[in-house]
């Protein structure tokens, strides 16, 4: 899957809740990160897990889910560099709130809550970036509730993909995803999204190469999933 990898430049470079930071203060949160490597399929956190860390991913993505009782998942988002996930527990000092995998090889940066905090109280600027995360993340799940109301199954399943495209312009856009992750994000039973990935198929906006689809009409889906064309 094409990714969006942060510029040139230090470790924390397209991070945007660290952007107002002087570059000797950029350094000082690089020297007290730990780099951190995950394998594809590998847990970086479960729920209830303590909150100890803020992830900067650097490469790769991630999907953060919930767990239901009855064992089923559902992803709550996909984080791609230079996004960063694990702010909320480190505000509130609870647990997480949710689990995370690697659904590609990641290279990461892992922050303590202390050096974090110490960051927060000395650099006040970083309280915006840090809120404007968390309302991004409220609007995030405020839309995927509206989108279970107002959306069929057909219409979830584009709109997923179409997120998962990202922002690349090139003509055919892989997506390394197998069928029951893509289930679980647009929160459908495996069947029901293999036949929707089917009638897509058929119409010419993508083709399944594998565990891969292969996107080949990205303004398609958008206008199945009622997205506005840009």
Request: hydrophobic letters at 45%.
């Amino acid at each position: 899957m094409e990714m969006r990898l942060p510029e040139p430049g230090d470790a924390l470079t397209g991070v945007e809740m660290f952007a107002g930071l002087e570059p000797e203060v950029r350094q000082r949160v690089i020297a007290a990160a730990v780099p951190r490597t995950y394998r594809k399929g590998q847990l970086l956190f479960v729920e209830n897990d303590p909150g100890e860390s803020l992830i900067v991913l650097r490469r790769g993505a991630v999907a953060v889910f919930r767990t239901a009782p009855t064992g089923e998942r559902a992803v709550l988002s996909v984080i791609r560099p230079p996004d960063v996930l694990g702010e909320v527990s480190l505000l509130d000092a609870s647990t997480r709130s949710a689990s995370a995998e690697a659904i590609e090889d990641c290279t990461a940066l892992a922050l303590s809550r202390g050096a974090f905090m110490e960051l927060v109280h000395s650099n006040p600027r970083i309280l915006d970036a840090v809120m404007r995360s968390l309302g991004a993340l409220i609007r995030r799940l405020t839309e995927q509730n509206a989108d279970h109301v107002f959306l069929d199954l057909p219409g979830r399943v584009a709109k997923t993909l179409v997120r998962l495209a990202g922002e690349s312009q090139a003509p055919m856009i892989t997506i390394e995803l197998n069928q029951s992750q893509l289930a679980e994000m647009a929160g459908g039973s495996r069947q029901s999204v293999n036949q929707a990935i089917g009638s897509f198929a058929n119409r010419g906006w993508l083709r399944t190469e594998g565990r891969r689809i292969v996107v080949t009409d990205v303004p398609a889906l958008r206008r199945r999933a009622g997205m506005s064309d840009r």
